[in-house]
């Protein structure tokens, strides 16, 4: 996913045999994080802790019911002692509105990347490992979905579904975990010919165990930071549907339906559109980072 | 000059005071034009047939010919073949190209245009036409009564526009000059119809070509002739050189350029990227009148808003329940929130601007308290008061309605949810009937209340399945057909009043039409019916 | 010989590919509910004149026999009627295919343009301050909404400034070259990070590499070693990356066509899905595939002529 759409860039870039593997630190010990060290890990996780923890504690520390209209204080400008943050067109609190809107889209992109991470991780390592027409048929439907303008197949996905937060888990599902097999077919194959594993498969070991025991374990931190990064996708996916008008319906507070409500107002009331704008681009860069120091810890094992 | 000026009510006096205005505008630039605003409300009460626009004519001597004015749309036409549509943005492009046998004015009132003259037959049911001499579509070969007999023939067999069409039985070229439409009951009020902008008359056989030939490169009598259109883009016309008015249309080409997104409306018209914007952000337009070299232009209310209730629901064929949402909404909130304080909360399903458009019907006020009882009432007779509403997705104006009504009706104890839809999936939902509520509007075409009052029932009560359809059938049948104006006016009254005693239709607000442009624009207009009339746009200087 | 052996051999793989897609895109558009006859005609229209419609457009036929004939007409290259425009869709994305055509190749040159100089001077030294600040702002870039951006620039540049026009297209070369400018920097944010992470990252490998060590102990200078060995190497990699975004591109022009009211290719296809007008949403996405496609293929030849090391198959 990603906020304009089209391919994740991501998984555009994970490719199997000659191509750069992946967006983040892959390369080895020749990269280092942007704060370096385990910078990078600190600073994601303090950012994105917290984001999380403001928007966990949205129904206590939040001012103000989220969705209650005041439609006599409509437009009122920040440092106001009752609105903070100002109020939107309709009297709303926008940093109740702001602090819920956080807490729907982290937990919402979160929500949406479990599915495909497991559909796609065990599809993934089942065609890698066995190999033969369910690796042909998984490399087919990849090369299909890769083919072609996500964001389109994603919009006409919400367009069948009807928008909500179960289409948008859905169609993140529908298409995500292509990413995620792909990433486990690449590694399947790989450990499938390390010589434990042969020799696990020699001693007789069933092959779900030698999956579960070896395999997975082997690959799955790769998964975990893709996982990661792609969270900064599937935010910057929900809210660029929440633009479009094809996110979680109104009344609830969403950062891309914030930025659309508001975009009327840039001239007068900038706040409206450029807050939430902000806010999106901290959490994802808290995503970003925490994946970036992962991906230096991996390297460094 | 055309707009900005609109709290002036028409009349002897408001010619004089509109030709003050422009001095005033010309002085200062039309900053002092934003004053005193919500005028459009104020006109509103005004009764049929007035407008908001003020109509410097002549009194302009700035105005001058010649000059390329570029106007963004919200979206472009489906077609411009003006039998086959019914959309409003095909009628803003139909307009400049074709002419109609009657027209509105600015104020709404009916007059000949293409035809010089109708008379009716005593029993009203043969008119005899005498069309205007002169004319000449943009291809220079003069417009003949087989074109008009042509023209009216297929709008009458039009799968879109039949039904108004529907008493007319035949229409025939008699003469070089006349034509003569027969009916099957008497029309009481033909020239309404006839001044429908899409009863466009168009050369005969469509010049020889096939419709959707014709489509491609139309030809009309209008001030303007096409010229090109880059699908998505933008749609040109050049001036008609042959057009029968004399020294019309100013402008040597116009651009209608398809901008569906509001706020690149608003910021390509302050960047001086356009000339003129169609339907610019309502919160934008305090902030545009101050601007000195912009002018806002508010056109009489002519859209209705509303809230449809689908009687095939249960919850709703209880009465407690639809007069419960009726008392709960507060309409005023709406004109100030979403509207900005343009437009007026709305009582008659037929709005001001159309004919016999009823004022004693008024908005109820917000009474939360006994639409609580009411609902209390009706849970306790089995009702579940949980509807989801339905409305268009992506519009800042529908959006902020949907939530008012949604936060109104959750105060009254109902549960709401909301439901946004593109405009095909709402197409499709609501003739199916499968919704609960859904926010639409309403616009009319002509000042004739007749389009609205025969779509009403060919739409089931516009698809809210009420059981007043059949009535207001009935009575539209008579109203078309009534001996005198005052039946007609009683018939329609009658109408007005069925449709709100049902109240399945429950209306929100009546809302202006808005156009925003560069200060140097002048000869705007815009009547009752949406249509901007280029023919004497012009710039000043 | 070698290379015309593997264009061809990408280029079959590409076909079953081009298939899959146009199934896939003809069952989705299919399942979205919505009537492409009630969108044309109104609210005015009678059900009979919507049977009629349906009839005339062949929607009363059954999805597999509709696919078949969408196939059949595609073979003798012709992509249907648009039901909303009533003109051929394959003439329609053509006329629109300039203004995206556009706005992609403009993306990808000023992402170059972006992309080499911070890269080169990330890279330069290593962990110093310079590296950590054009790595922290490929991280920020990373997370910025493209239609935020779009907005942003529109009311602050555009419309505050007026150095570039708020949308449009623009006419002539240069009217297009400062028309598409903001949009085209707002595509060209998302990638650019992506391009600066490999670029960076391949330099600073390639910089050890053996050829280099023996450039040095040849004794080049410096700067020479860098541009003509370790960018010229590690430029591959980065072609790649710029390549296989390229339906990220693509799918950027989408919403970035959207905010900045640009009548491409993007939003022909929005429309397209709003009036369930099949032929054009079809027309579209299967142009659009053959693009990406295309560029791929593109983008492993040029990495193949650059990079000796990559093997062609």
Redesign the interface.
Known sequence: MNAVGGMPPSAAEIDVESRTPMRFGAVGNLTRGALGGNGSLLAGLIILGTLIALGLLAPVIAPDDPVKQDINNILVSPGNASHLLGSDQLGRDTLSRLLYAIRNDILIALGAIILPFLIGTLVGVLAGYRGGWVDSLLVGIVDVIIAFPILVLLIALVFVLGPGVRTIIIAVAAIDWVVYARLARTSARREAAMEYVIAAQVGGVPTRRVIVRHIIPNLISQSVVYAMSDAVLVILFITTLGFLGLGIPPPAPDLGTMIAEGQAYLNSQWWLAVIPGAAIVVTALGLSLIADGLAQKLDAR | MKMGLGRFRFGAVAAVLALVAAIVVAGCGGGGTSSGGGGATGAGANGAGSSETVSGGEGEAQAKPGGTLTLADFDEP??LNPF????ILSSHAVTQMFEPLFKADVEGKLEPWLAESMKASPDRKTFTVTLRKGVKFSNGKPMTSADVAFSLETIRKS???G?MFELVESVKATGPDTVVIKTSKPAAKLEGQLSLPFAAIVPKNFGGESE?EF?AHPIGTGPFAYASW????SLTFDKNKYYWKPGLPLLEKVVF????????????L????LDVVASP?W??LP?MEAEPNLHVGIYKASILDSLGLNMKEPLFQNDKVREAINLAI?RE?IV??ALFGHGETAGSWLMPGLEFHDETIKAPAQDVAKAKKLLAEAVKEGVEPTLQISLL????FT??V???I??NLVEAGFSV????L????M?????AGKYDAALGLLASNIVDPSELAS?YP??EAL?TFGSNATKVAKLEAEAVSAPSEKIRGQRYAEIQEAVEEEKALVTLDYRPFVWAMQGNVTGFQVGVTSDPWLGETGFTE | MVYARFLVRRLLQAIPVVFGVTIVVFLLIHLVPGDPARTALGTHATPQAVAQLHHLWGLDKSLPEQYWLFLKRLLGGDLGTSLRFQQPAGHLVLERMPVTLWLLCYATVLTCLIAVPAALLAASRQGALRDRIVRLLSVTALGIPGFWLGLMLIEYIAVETGIFPSSGYGSGFLGHLESLFLPSLTIAAGIVPLVVRSLRAETLKVADADFVTTARAKGLTERRIRLRHVLRNALAPSITVLAVNVSFLVGGTLVIEQVFSLGGVGSLMLQGIDARDFPIVQAVTLILALVVVGVNIFGDLVQALIDPRVEVR
């Not at chain 2, 197409?427 to 003739?431: A, D, F, I, T």
Request: proline share 6%; aromatic share 4%; hydrophobic share 30%.
């Open positions: 489906i077609s086959m549509v019914a959309d799968p879109v526009w039904i959707e489509a880059k699908r998505g883009e350029e398809m901008v569906p997104d509001v706020n690149s409306r608003d910021s390509q302050r960047a001086g990227e952000d919160s934008q902030a507060d909130g100030k929130a997705k992506g519009q800042t959006t902020t949907a939530q008012i949604q936060s949810s909301l439901r946004p593109d405009e095909s999936a197409n499709s939902v609501l003739p779509f060919a739409t698809y």
